[in-house]
């Protein structure tokens, strides 16, 4: 069965330090993943995703996250932190085929931010 | 223009009443979803659309759940009899097609059963 696994439930940086969040995924071929965004109150935004190709991928916002298929990993990442990156991080990977393209999520990461 | 929107943002019922659920997707997408954010459970898909036909239902947690999709535009996603763990925050998002496509998301509706 597909799934996906955040192992971080919160994590707690500080301004301008680095970030990586984990991810881990469970799915029976090459996974389209993704990473969103959800600020409180605000819907779901899209900041990176992977379908194939290069496996260092850029997003919105200076994220970047990488694919490392031994490792059924796509973490993501960014050099420095700014206050206002505090938000939940969702991990998620794509079905393909005749399932459409439904997304399954991790759990999220909530990140707060030091000043 | 426009994003996708919900109505409405806020709805509180009692238990056992049925509800509606609106959602607005982006004009000139065909594909919409369904999904569920509760506490408990996370991020759930629960239907997905392709024009008014709704190949994939499997995350329906009941048959209290029901969706359809008129004219290939707007969604409706009715709870009947509802309980209070279908509290949670109904999430739609549409996309140009389906498999590769990026969703975009509402802004959601957040249900409150009593």
Sequence with gaps: AQSVTQPDIHITVSEGASLELRCNYSYGATPYLFWYVQSPGQGLQLLLKYFSGDTLVQGIKGFEAEFKRSQSSFNLRKPSVHWSDAAEYFCAVGARGNQGGKLIFGQGTELSVKP | ?114
């Design chain 2, 1 to 114: 223009g426009a994003g996708v929107s919900q109505s409405p943002s806020n709805k509180v019922t009692e238990k056992g009443k049925d509800v509606e659920l609106r959602c607005d997707p982006i004009s000139g997408h065909t594909a919409l979803y369904w999904y569920r954010q509760s506490l408990g459970q996370g991020l759930e898909f629960l239907i997905y659309f392709q024009g008014n036909s709704a190949p994939d239902k499997s995350g329906l947690p009941s048959d209290r759940f029901s969706a359809e999709r008129t004219g290939g535009s707007v969604s409706t996603l009715t709870i009947q009899r509802t309980q209070q763990e279908d509290s949670a925050v109904y999430l739609c998002a549409s996309s140009f097609g389906a498999v590769q496509e990026t969703q975009y998301f509402g802004p959601g509706t957040r249900l409150l059963v009593l």
